[in-house]
């Protein structure tokens, strides 16, 4: 885990070490499963950088893009090391406290890019394994799909928070996003922030933190 260490100053502006304190920090490894620059699912994701940049402290999401990895094939793994592409995400992913998945659903499940990222990082050694998680969509039928990432995340040892969930039916008015897929709504952005401080606090306890 990353820890960012704060000092305070002691009254005659010297630092004392006895009013030293460590701020638990944690990094977000975010993964959109749309591949559509304007996908709503992924300006979900930017708002969720932003709300952590300038409203939440001790929080880091960094976004991880998917599109890049080749289809799951065993036959892509060489002596024990993956695709550089591949070596890359599941460095960033094992790098992360935590994940945040935004997904759409596609058939009642999750797209196809998303499954094929949760694949490889589930290669040995399985990087999800231990990290928390939590899920977000841009539209109503977002709930099959994260029914279904839950039920892949048992498997993976990945551990997702219960309550707040979060699901958006981004089509109906008043519109939430601008035309380049931002979020724009604020109420929209309260309820993330309030996922993302669950995820937090979520964290921080799985980790003997909180």
């Not at 880091?60 to 890359?88: K, W």
Request: proline residues 5%.
């Amino acid at each position: 885990m990353f820890v960012l260490t704060r000092n305070k100053r002691s009254r005659d502006g010297d630092s004392g070490d006895e009013e030293d304190e460590e701020k638990p920090f944690i990094k977000v490894a975010a993964i959109c499963g749309s591949l559509r620059k304007a996908s709503y699912n992924r300006g979900l994701i930017r708002a969720a950088m932003e709300l952590a940049k300038e409203q939440i402290e001790g929080v880091h999401v960094e976004y991880i893009e998917i599109s890049a990895l080749p289809m799951m094939n065993t036959d892509l793994e060489v002596g024990g090391t993956y695709p550089a592409e591949v070596e890359a995400f599941r460095q960033k992913v094992l790098e992360a406290d935590s994940c945040l998945f935004a997904s759409p659903d596609y058939n009642y499940s999750i797209t196809p890019p998303l499954k094929n990222a949760l694949d490889w990082g589930s290669r040995p050694p399985n990087v999800w394994a231990g990290k928390t998680a939590a899920a977000v969509s841009a539209v109503g039928g977002g709930r099959r799909a994260q029914l279904h990432l839950r039920q892949i995340g048992v498997f993976l040892d990945l551990h997702f928070i219960n309550k707040p969930e979060f699901y958006l039916n981004a089509h109906r008015p008043p519109g939430k996003f601008n035309s380049n897929g931002d979020l724009v709504d604020s109420e929209t952005k309260e309820k993330l922030k309030e996922m993302i401080l669950s995820l937090q606090v979520f964290t921080l306890r799985l980790q003997g933190k909180c």
